[in-house]
């Protein structure tokens, strides 16, 4: 098996919340984003977009789980924890 090389990264990042339920209009207005960390390889990044994947195969190659993609707008911090 030959396992491709993907920077381990972490990613501090808004998520968007919403909420389904009948709320009062002022309480409504004090909702905020709930700030997120995810750590993972980054599998691919572009100009919009930074995809993770919480887990790598070591079986087969190219298969990758728990995936995360997340808009750059949305991304307060990152950094690359290890190169693999």
């Known amino acids: 098996m030959k396992q491709?090389?993907?920077p381990l990264m972490e990613v501090v990042w808004d998520d968007i919340?919403?909420?389904h339920s009948w709320q009062d209009i002022e309480?409504?207005?004090k909702e905020?984003?709930?700030r997120a960390k995810s750590i993972g390889w980054k599998i691919r990044g572009d100009?919009?977009?930074i995809t993770l994947?919480?887990?790598?195969s070591v079986?087969?190659?190219d298969r990758v789980g728990e995936r995360v993609i997340i808009p750059k707008g949305c991304i307060r911090y990152s950094r690359i924890i290890e190169r693999s």
Do not use: R, V, W
Request: charged content about 35%; glycine content about 4%.
């Open 27 to 29: 309480e409504t207005k």
């Open 59 to 61: 079986d087969e190659d």
């Open 47 to 49: 100009g919009k977009n």
């Open 32 to 34: 905020t984003p709930i």
């Open 53 to 56: 994947a919480t887990m790598l």
């Open 4 to 6: 491709k090389k993907y």
């Open 17 to 19: 919340t919403s909420n």
